[in-house]
C-alpha cells in the first residue's frame, strides 16, 4: 500500500536489511522529555524510529537507554516517542531498535504488496485499504463478491511469488518517469512529490510505497489469507498473516485442537463425528427433560396443593428441583390468587420466587435473601429470581424459607 509522507525520510530509512534478531542500535541525545500522565514523551536528536499507522504500516519498538518505547507519533514533521521512563534532557543515550518486529513489519507489508497483485491479475480487483495489526493484518478489496475458491487462488499464486525468491528493489523515480511502471495506484500524495520511492517485486508487481520490505520474497516464506468479511457496504475485507505469524497461528489452532481431543476424547479422525453427537445427545437429553418435567409437574401440584403453608391468608408454596421444573411450577403458582412460589435448584444455587399478592413482591422477598447470601439477581413484583455465591444446602433453604415465612409474618395487610 502506498503512502509517502516525504521523500526525503523515506530515503535516510533505506531498505531493511535483516540481520536476523536483536537489535540496530545507536546513540544520540535526549533533547526534551515530558511527563504526560504515566508515561513520558521525548523528542531525540536522530530518531530513526518509523511511526506508527504511516502507511498503514506498525511502528518502530525498542529501547532509549532503560525506556521502553510505548508508541512513536509523527508530529508537524516532527517524531515524538512515548516511554515508560523518564530520561534526562541533554544526555546521550544508546538507542534500539527491534530488528525482529521490522523483519515481521517487512514480511507482513511484502507480503500485502503481492496479495494485492495477485488479486488484481486473477480478478481485476483493486485494494482499497490496507490496515497492519499487532497479530493480523487487512486488505480491503473492491468487491462484495469473493469466495474460498478465489481466495485460495490468490493464495496460490502469491506464494509461488514467494518460494522464487524475487529480487525486491527499491528504486527511487522521478514523478515524471512513472508512466514507463505498471503502477497498482497513483495517490494524491504521491502527485506531491518529485521523487518517489517504488517497491518493485521482480517483474511480477511494482508500487510506490514507504514502508519495510523483505530482501526477496523468500524471506516471506508464507501468506494465509485467515478469515473474509464485507465492509463498508461495498468492499471485502481479507484478514491475512505472513512469515512467523503462520507459525504462531498454527501454534494457537493446534492447542485448541489437543484441548477438543483432551475434552471429547476423540481422536483426529473423529473429532466432528464426537462432537457432533455430543451435541446430538445434549439436544436429546433436553428432549427428554422437557418430556419428565411435564409428567413430574402433574403430581408436585397435587402434592404442594395438598400441604400449603398459610400465613395472613396467602397460601405459601416451596419445591427443590432442577430449574427446568421449578421455573415450570413457578409459571403455574404465579396464576394462583394470593399465593408465594419458592424454587430452588441446589445444582446451580439458584431460587425463584413469584408473588400473586398486592402487598408483596417478589423482587423485595430476593431483597431479603440477599441480606443473608452473596449472590446476584432481581426481577419483578410479580416474578424474581437470584444466583447465589454460596454452594446451598439443606439447611440454607430451610433459613431462606423461614426468613422469608417471618417475612410475610411481619407485614400487616
Ligand atoms: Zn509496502
Known amino acids: 500500500m502506498l503512502n509517502i509522507e516525504d521523500s526525503s525520510q523515506v530515503k535516510k530509512r533505506g531498505f531493511f536489511e535483516p540481520k536476523g534478531g536483536g537489535f540496530m542500535r545507536y546513540t544520540t541525545k535526549v533533547l526534551k522529555c515530558r511527563r504526560i500522565g504515566d508515561s513520558y514523551s521525548v523528542e531525540l536528536e536522530k530518531c530513526e524510529f518509523y511511526p506508527d499507522g504511516a502507511g498503514g504500516q506498525l511502528g518502530d519498538r525498542g529501547k532509549v537507554g532503560k525506556s521502553n518505547v510505548l508508541e512513536v507519533i509523527r508530529e508537524n514533521g516532527r517524531t515524538i516517542l512515548k516511554v515508560d521512563k523518564e530520561l534526562e534532557s541533554n544526555k546521550e543515550y544508546t538507542v534500539e531498535i527491534s530488528e525482529n518486529r521490522r523483519f515481521d513489519i517487512a514480511q507482513q507489508h511484502t507480503a500485502q504488496h503481492i496479495l494485492s497483485r495477485a488479486f488484481e491479475n486473477l480478478f481485476n480487483l483493486q485494494t482499497v485499504g490496507f490496515h497492519m495489526g499487532e497479530e493480523i493484518s487487512t486488505i480491503d478489496l473492491n468487491t462484495l463478491s469473493i469466495d474460498w475458491s478465489m481466495v485460495e487462488k490468490a493464495e496460490d ?46 517483474d511480477f508487481d511494482v508500487n510506490a510505497c514507504g514502508g519495510f520490505h523483505v530482501e526477496s520474497t523468500g524471506q516471506i516464506g508464507l501468506v494465509k489469507v485467515i478469515h473474509f468479511e464485507k465492509v463498508k457496504g461495498k468492499y471485502t475485507r481479507l484478514e491475512y498473516i505472513a512469515g512467523k505469524r503462520i507459525l504462531n497461528y498454527i501454534r494457537t489452532l493446534e492447542g485448541r485442537e489437543r484441548k477438543l481431543f483432551e475434552i471429547t476424547k476423540a481422536s483426529k479422525d473423529d473429532l466432528i463425528t464426537k462432537v457432533q453427537k ?79 399478592n398486592d402487598e408483596l413482591g417478589a423482587n423485595d422477598l430476593i431483597k431479603e435473601i440477599l441480606k443473608n447470601f452473596e449472590g446476584k439477581g432481581g426481577g419483578s413484583k410479580k416474578r424474581a429470581n437470584v444466583v447465589l455465591q454460596k454452594k446451598l444446602t439443606i439447611e440454607d433453604i430451610e433459613k431462606i424459607v423461614n426468613d422469608i415465612l417471618d417475612f410475610i409474618k411481619q407485614q400487616h395487610f
Open 278 to 356: 455430543l451435541l446430538d445427545n445434549s439436544k436429546d437429553q433436553k428432549k427428554k427433560i422437557t418430556y419428565l418435567v411435564e409428567d413430574l409437574k402433574k403430581k408436585v401440584i397435587l402434592e404442594l396443593e395438598n400441604d400449603p403453608i398459610v400465613i395472613n391468608d396467602i397460601k405459601v408454596y416451596t419445591y427443590s428441583s432442577t430449574t427446568e421444573l421449578i421455573e415450570v411450577l413457578a409459571s403455574i403458582f404465579q396464576k394462583k390468587e394470593k399465593s408465594i412460589f419458592l424454587g430452588f435448584d441446589l445444582f446451580k444455587n439458584f431460587v425463584i420466587i413469584t408473588c400473586n
Open 157 to 202: 499464486l502469491s506464494n509461488e511469488i514467494i518460494w522464487k525468491d524475487l529480487t525486491v528493489e527499491i528504486i527511487f523515480e522521478d514523478f515524471e518517469n512513472l508512466e514507463k511502471y505498471d503502477l497498482r495506484k497513483i495517490s494524491e500524495k504521491i502527485k506531491k512529490l518529485e521523487k518517489v520511492r517504488l517497491v518493485k517485486i521482480g
